[in-house]
């Protein structure tokens, strides 16, 4: 089993709001599990949740500018993935050209 975090000891260790991280969660912006009613976040999902409470905290964004920015963000990686694969490809029909 990996890692994982209770709810309660995130909110302790990063100083946030009980409810942040509830509505994080309500936003599908963390995934959780809970096991005999205490709620853990996977130690593979801190970044996230790190980088959640910076922007929130620090930048002042709400929830919904959380969503969006997270949003765009998985595009844009999903984007330079996607030319990554089709450069490579071009680069394998040049090479036969070439040849």
């Known amino acids: 089993m990996s ?18 991280f509830n509505e994080l969660v309500d936003y599908g912006l963390l995934n959780v599990q809970t096991e005999n009613d205490i709620l853990y976040l996977m130690y593979d999902d801190l970044p996230d949740l790190e980088r959640f409470a910076n922007w929130h905290y620090d930048l002042e964004i ?14 844009m990686k ?7 694969e089709l450069l490579h490809k071009l680069s394998a029909i040049s ?3 070439e040849d």
């Open 3 to 20: 890692e994982r975090i209770s709810r309660e000891e995130l909110v302790k260790i990063y100083n946030i709001e009980i409810t942040f």
């Open 95 to 97: 090479d036969r050209y």
């Open 78 to 84: 999903d984007l330079k993935q996607r030319n990554r």
């Open 62 to 75: 709400n929830l919904p500018g959380l969503e969006v920015i997270h949003d765009m963000l998985n595009k």
